[in-house]
Structures are given as structure tokens and as C-alpha cells.
């Protein structure tokens, strides 16, 4: 089985200011979306494929310090909503992200936090 290449992020959609008002069913599907996402798991296996491209679940686990099965029902999760791609080599299952927006809303989000906590320690919060 040959792999999809990722496509660009979100190619021909105007700025997120310039967007209409997201309707009430715009906002259920973004809210499942970040809910996929919000899980520790899933975000260390998301930057954990991003890093190496391409995984099979033993060299995820490995990395993550976690069981196979662990791993193998977070990444079910992610190829079930099409963030994750999969291809046969042999025995082995390799995972793959094959959305770049993924990528960028994971790196978007670390930069967010990172932010906010040396603001909130600047100002001497915990």
C-alpha cells in the first residue's frame, strides 16, 4: 500500500479574521477535534512521528516508555479522525502523520504554552 503525501495545510481558505462567524455545527466539530488532541499520549506520539517520520507502534512505545497496546489504541483514535496514515512493511504497521496542519497546530500550541508560562513567571505566578 502506497502512502498519501501530505498536502498542504488548509491550501485556499482565507484568514481565520476574514472567516465568517463559525456556526454552532463548525464549533462541535472543532470541539472534537481539540478533545482527539487532548490527551498527553497522543500529542507525545504525534511529536514522536513528526521527528521520525515514520514509526511502527514497538518504536513508538519505546520512545514514549509505554506498552504496545497503550500505544496502539491512541493511535487508532488519530488514524480513525485522519490525522494519521498508515502503510505494511513486512509484519510491521508503519504510522506516519499525514496531515500538516496537525504538525503546525502541535507546534502552534507548544509556542502558546511555552509563552504563557515564562509570562506567567515573569510576573511571578507559578
Not at 506516519?96 to 507546534?107: E, F, G, I, Q, Y
Request: hydrophobic content about 35%; aromatic content about 4%.
Amino acid at each position: 500500500m502506497r502512502m498519501k503525501s501530505i498536502e498542504p495545510c488548509c491550501p485556499e481558505k482565507p484568514e481565520l479574521k476574514n472567516r465568517p462567524l463559525l456556526t454552532e455545527d463548525q464549533a462541535a466539530s472543532l470541539d472534537l477535534t481539540f478533545k482527539m488532541l487532548a490527551n498527553g499520549t497522543r500529542l507525545r506520539i504525534l511529536h514522536a512521528l513528526t521527528r521520525s517520520g515514520e514509526l511502527h507502534v514497538s518504536e513508538i512505545a519505546e520512545t514514549l516508555g509505554l506498552k504496545p497496546t497503550a500505544v496502539s489504541n491512541q493511535l487508532q483514535r488519530l488514524t480513525d479522525r485522519g490525522v494519521l496514515g498508515y502503510r505494511r512493511k513486512g509484519n510491521q504497521i508503519l504510522y506516519r502523520t499525514v496531515d500538516p496542519c496537525v504538525v503546525k497546530l502541535l507546534d502552534s500550541a507548544w509556542c502558546l504554552t511555552e509563552d504563557a508560562d515564562a509570562r506567567v513567571q515573569k510576573r511571578g505566578g507559578k
